[in-house]
């Protein structure tokens, strides 16, 4: 199964610039892809682009190949595949327990009461939630609403995951029970694209990075050509201190391919 994106233009209808400048990408089966770029360069856009919640101005969200149709069983097609954990947990969470946030997705796809338990309880279990079920969402902290949105995103058993600064505001525990369920869902054959600026992170888990910037995407490929490249463009007391501590960048990398797909 593969997720892609055909020339994909957005904006958002109060802008004047674009949010997504002809982004083409193939996401395939089994990826770890860490999503890279400054502050607004579209990151969270691409994100909610791949599961329907925005609709391309122009250009294609496609599902093996097949143009996404953004009607009701369309875009119930395409979330049952794929799952977005938003950036702000508390945009996703708004069931008055945990319990039936987390029961919402399922029964949205059509699965039978006691089919959505089993799931809810499943995903519950591996996001370590099992104890605050009955809580309101409402009266989580933020690291417990991170993984409350991530478990209503694998009750629905997604294909692609895609997680948007999820690590962020999670205990190094957390952090690391995260990374071990995305290491499960990887070995499932499902895709995980996370979003982050712990390049560091993205540098030890990735296999795959893409890099945004303005809207464009500036590389894609090998995550640590891709992020060797972006390190370069960080300020220089910054780059000057990873430069000590790091390799110098590969030759292919200072002579400046990191301005085209990598
Ligand atoms: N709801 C919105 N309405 C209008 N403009 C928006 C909205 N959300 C984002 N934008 C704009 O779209 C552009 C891309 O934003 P986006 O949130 O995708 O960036 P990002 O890469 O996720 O940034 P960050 O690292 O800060 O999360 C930015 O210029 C931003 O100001
Ligand atoms: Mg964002």
């Not at 947990?89 to 338990?117: H, I, K, T």
């Not at 999820?166 to 952090?175: E, H, K, V």
Request: charged share 20%; net charge neutral.
């Amino acid at each position: 199964m593969t997720l892609g994106f055909s020339d994909v233009h957005f904006s958002y209808p109060a802008l004047s610039v674009p949010a997504l400048t002809g982004a083409t990408l193939r996401f395939a089966a089994g990826e770890a892809v860490a999503l890279v770029g400054r502050n607004g360069s579209g990151k969270s856009t691409l994100m909610l682009l791949a599961n329907g919640i925005l609709r391309p101005g122009q250009g294609a969200v496609t599902l093996d190949g097949q143009a996404v149709r953004y009607d009701r069983r369309g875009l119930l097609d395409l979330r049952s595949q794929v799952g977005v954990v938003f950036q702000n947990p508390e945009e996703q969470l708004f069931s008055a327990s945990v319990y039936q946030d987390l029961s919402l997705g399922p029964l949205n796809l059509g699965f039978s009461s006691v089919e959505a338990r089993e799931r809810v309880l499943h995903a519950a279990g591996r996001c370590d939630l099992l104890n605050l079920l009955d809580r309101p969402t409402h009266a989580l902290s933020g690291g417990e609403k991170a993984r409350a949105a991530l478990a209503g995103v694998l009750a629905m058993g997604p294909r692609f995951l895609f997680a948007d600064e999820l690590t962020n505001s999670l205990d190094p525990w957390m952090r690391a029970n995260v990374l071990e369920i995305f290491a499960d869902l990887l070995a499932d054959g499902c895709t995980v694209v996370l979003a982050t600026h712990d390049h560091a992170l993205a540098a030890s888990w990735a296999q795959r990075a893409v890099w945004l910037d303005a809207g464009r995407v500036r590389a894609d490929g090998p995550a640590d050509v891709v992020l060797t490249a972006l390190r370069q463009q960080l300020p220089p007391a910054f780059s000057h201190r990873r430069q000590t501590a790091d390799a110098r960048p590969p030759a292919a990398v200072s002579a400046g391919l990191n301005e085209v797909p990598l």
